[in-house]
């Protein structure tokens, strides 16, 4: 359990860990995302659309968003179900080095939502991607298990892919609100002191090298 617990903490401080305009697409994606799936809860009778978030935030800014959404909706609306079936894959090719993928594959699933709904554009989403998981899974059952100098599928490495990419995947949504309890209790954090390296000594066993003792002085004889 302290272990899951332990690698659930590291998956989050990587998703926080990226570059800095990585860290605005993220933050707008998950505001976008969160509002979107929060007016399904909120409101299940009159829940907004992905583009209707857009368009409804940009009538709160004064933008006249209404024309461009709904031409936006009416095009989507034609696409069928393949932005959702996008949307899994990306969400499988995530990665703890590549999480620009996860960004877009929660955009692809939003846009198939207009045609779809909410809740079928999920489970598209989510079937994509654990039957991708899967098919290699079974791949690597009967591919050759001994590990050359070759690139191969290993089936506990390729559980480990997968599962690291739901998760960055399903954190994208709460990266904005993370991401602000970060910066708001980063001031009343206190750092552990860091350790000084030891000096070590030249030879063999990596001992700790003790400074040598000036002599003590000695009085000539008479």
């Known amino acids: 359990m302290q272990a899951q617990q332990r690698e659930l903490a590291r998956l989050y401080r990587v998703a926080l860990d990226r570059p800095r305009w990585q860290q605005v697409l993220a933050f707008a994606v998950s505001l976008w995302t969160l509002a979107w799936i929060a007016g399904q809860f909120l409101g299940p009778d009159d829940a907004p659309t992905a ?57 692809a699933v939003m846009l198939g939502s207009e045609r779809l709904g909410y809740q079928p554009a999920i489970l ?9 998981v899967v098919v290699l899974w079974l791949a690597a059952l009967t591919s050759n298990r001994f590990v050359d100098r070759r690139t191969t599928l290993l089936p506990r490495d390729v559980v480990r892919a997968g599962v690291t990419a739901a ?13 602000f309890l970060t910066c708001l209790g980063r001031p009343y954090l206190t750092k552990a002191p860091r350790l000084l390296p030891l000096e070590r000594a030249p030879g063999r066993g990596g001992g700790t090298r003790i400074p040598e003792q000036p002599a003590p002085h000695r009085e000539p004889d008479a």
Not at 64 to 83: A, K, M, N
Not at 91 to 103: I, S
Not at 167 to 179: E, G, K, Q, T
Request: aromatic share 10%; glycine share 16%; charged share 10%.
């Open 51 to 107: 583009l209707g978030v857009l368009g409804e935030l940009a009538a709160r800014l004064g933008l006249t968003g209404g024309s461009w959404s709904q031409r936006l909706v009416e095009t989507w609306q034609t696409s069928g179900g393949g932005f959702a079936l996008l949307g899994g894959l990306l969400w499988a090719a995530t990665t703890e080095r590549g999480q620009l993928p996860a960004l877009l594959g929660w955009v």
């Open 167 to 179: 998760a960055l995947s399903a954190v994208v949504p709460l990266y904005s609100l993370a991401f």
């Open 124 to 132: 598209l989403a989510v079937a994509t991607m654990v039957g991708f």
